[in-house]
């Protein structure tokens, strides 16, 4: 579509030769993520993040550059990760840690952040995707329902979905809002989009950030600032309060961005601490990714290697609410006689057991 006037393997040459930012016909400007050097990893799409205005709004917390999209929504940090404008606050004191069970009914605890999916389930709709990034699409799909707790499932009347369809972009992206988010979230794809940018972004779908923003990551990598994208030194940044995939930081994990990914003049923008380039990004899960997930969505039909209690007992295996404990996302609290589920910025209500 907006390469019609170029041959694409001359794109191809070009981006491998030159390491440049492709100037397409639409003036929008992207890296390719499949042919450039920056491999295997995702990139945002049909955005030009040259031009990128940035506004400070805080997630979760922490303060975090944003930039509006077209359709309305912001992209943190200016990274393919996209929020809906109640997602973030106004102030960092919006962000409770530690909200009380019960407060989601007060409209209190409402403030910005992200939420996870009930009945570990994905709804979704796909909307006009060619055969192959279906494919790919399958693939990611499976990769995730095979080794978690979590499915995906085509929409036929929930209220709560995302809407998968193409980007346009002539490219191995993609971009995603976070969490579960009503009939809002979607998921746009690149025309080559496949698994290993696939796999990441039903990771953002899921309620994940990316693994190099966590608060831990300078003693696992350095991060070059000298050699990243001016309009991306953002997506780097560190987050005292989000929840991760993985309990630690993990190299591997799908959530992790490449040695290279926006690095401005082929070196590169992240190595281990010894300096070496990291390994480049599967198709697929990590171990930490897939006991992260399992975590945050634990299983409650009594399966899997480590399942946590049927839904039918709760009521009995349910701690009781203690104020000051830390919950982890995907923990079960009793309070006042309710079963409550921690949710990323929340508890959801699960059952009464009166
Ligand atoms: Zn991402």
């Not at 709560?160 to 969490?179: E, F």
Request: charged share 20%.
């Amino acid at each position: 579509m907006k390469n019609k006037t170029f041959p694409t393997r001359l794109m191809l040459l070009m981006a491998v030769s030159t390491l440049a930012v492709i100037s397409c016909s639409d003036d929008t400007t992207e890296l390719d993520a499949e042919t450039s050097l920056v491999p295997q990893t995702e990139v945002p799409a049909n955005q030009d993040i040259q031009d990128a205005e940035f506004i400070t709004k805080y997630f979760m917390g922490d303060a975090v550059q944003v930039s509006l999209e077209d359709d309305g929504t912001y992209s943190l940090a200016g990274s393919d990760a996209r929020l809906f404008e109640d997602q973030l606050a106004n102030s960092p004191d919006a962000y409770n840690p530690n909200p009380v069970p019960g407060e989601e009914l007060s409209g209190l605890a409402l403030a910005g952040g992200i939420r996870k999916w009930t009945n570990n389930t994905v709804y979704y709709v796909i909307n006009g995707l060619s055969s192959s990034v279906k494919s790919e699409l399958q693939k990611s799909f499976d990769e995730w329902s095979s080794k978690t707790n979590v499915v995906f499932k085509e929409r036929t009347n929930q209220s709560n979905y995302v809407t998968i369809s193409s980007s346009g972009s002539n490219s191995n992206s993609g971009v995603a809002t976070l969490g579960m988010y009503n009939s809002g979230g979607y998921i746009q794809l690149g025309t080559r989009a496949t698994a290993v940018v696939i796999i990441h972004e039903l990771g953002h779908t899921l309620g994940y950030i990316h693994e190099q923003n966590r608060s831990d990551r300078d003693n696992h990598i350095i991060i070059k600032t000298e050699n990243i994208q001016s309009n991306a030194q953002d997506q780097f940044y560190k987050s005292t309060s989000a929840t991760f995939l993985t309990g630690s930081f993990d190299v591997n994990s799908i959530m992790m961005y490449g040695s290279y990914t926006f690095s401005k003049n082929g070196q590169p923008t992240i190595t281990d601490r010894s300096g070496n380039t990291l390994p480049q990004r599967q198709a697929r899960l990590s171990s930490l990714d897939i006991q992260g997930t399992n975590a945050a969505y634990p299983s409650t039909d009594g399966g899997g290697d480590n399942p946590a209690p049927k839904e039918e007992d709760l009521c009995d295996t349910a701690s009781t609410y203690a104020s000051n404990k830390a919950y982890s996302v995907g923990d079960y609290v009793l309070y006042y006689g309710r079963v409550y589920q921690r949710d990323y910025t929340r508890w959801n209500y699960i059952k009464s057991c009166n």
